[in-house]
């Protein structure tokens, strides 16, 4: 039996005279046998990126042998000015063309994008901490419910201003080492599907759908080759019906 949970016990005032508190949480766990819970990580655990703390909003997940924990990091927030009242707030929202979204979209995502956490694991038998998601890979996928030894990471990091008018992304797939968070790129500037089904248990094939190609690439772990070239039928919607690739 073991448990994990996130919890804060050392809330600090944000400011001077103010009831605001400022939350760093902290990862805790428990195993049978143990006198009571202890600290597994926090934000200055080894392994923990600089300006990084545990994610209150990510959820915990056990690998299926339980030799791994699953946690979310997120930047430390910087404490609201609560020494004003909000009358007195100045508000003001700026938007640049080569922002990643139009302004309304930034609006839109706002409460998504102050919870969004990046995937860290602890390993037991290493009793280590890598982080394998980052704001510039934000999506890892997990292989072998956890256990395996290479996840997939997918980004549009730096592709996303094109959206504003193709309402699409490019994306760029990774291998990503468990072990050391060290990342190998796979693909780049893929228009068309990856996802989590795409991806072999063990993480050793890696396929995809290429818009363009109009057909469907596997990576083995050394190269990629197409494996519907000698399908005759089309692989696409033939009705699609939008200035878009099918």
């Known amino acids: 039996l073991q448990v994990a949970f996130i919890a804060e016990r ?3 005032p944000i400011a001077i005279g103010t009831k605001d508190l ?10 049978e046998g143990m006198d009571s819970a202890g600290i597994l990580a926090e934000k200055t655990s080894v392994g923990m ?5 545990i994610s ?18 997120a930047p430390i927030q910087a404490p609201k000015d609560t020494s004003l009242i909000e009358i007195d707030l100045v508000k003001l929202d700026i938007w640049h063309y080569n922002d990643d979204y139009l302004q309304t979209v930034q609006l839109n995502r706002l409460q998504q994008n102050l919870q969004q956490s990046f995937l ?16 510039e890979i934000p ?5 072998n419910e956890g256990d395996g030894d290479i996840f997939v990471g997918v980004t549009d990091f730096g592709k996303r201003i094109e959206s504003q008018w193709t309402g699409n992304t490019k994306k760029d797939i990774y291998v990503v080492n468990v072990k050391d968070g060290s990342r190998q790129i796979v693909k780049k500037d893929l228009s068309g599907v990856i996802a989590p089904s795409y991806i072999s248990p063990t993480g050793k094939y890696i396929m995809w759908y290429d818009y363009k190609a109009k057909n ?31």
């Open 10 to 12: 050392d809330a600090i």
């Open 22 to 31: 400022e939350k760093i949480y902290k990862l805790w766990y428990y195993k």
């Open 49 to 53: 990126q600089v300006g990084m703390t």
């Open 56 to 73: 209150e909003y990510a959820n915990l997940e056990f690998s299926k042998s339980g030799k791994r924990l699953f946690f979310g990091t």
């Open 120 to 135: 860290a694991v602890y390993d037991f038998e290493d009793n280590d901490i890598e982080q394998l998601a980052t704001p």
């Open 139 to 143: 999506t890892v996928y997990q292989t």
């Open 216 to 246: 469907y690439f596997a990576w083995d772990g050394d190269s990629t080759r197409n494996i519907t070239s000698k399908i005759k039928v089309p692989l696409y919607n033939e009705e699609h019906d939008s200035p878009s690739d099918p």
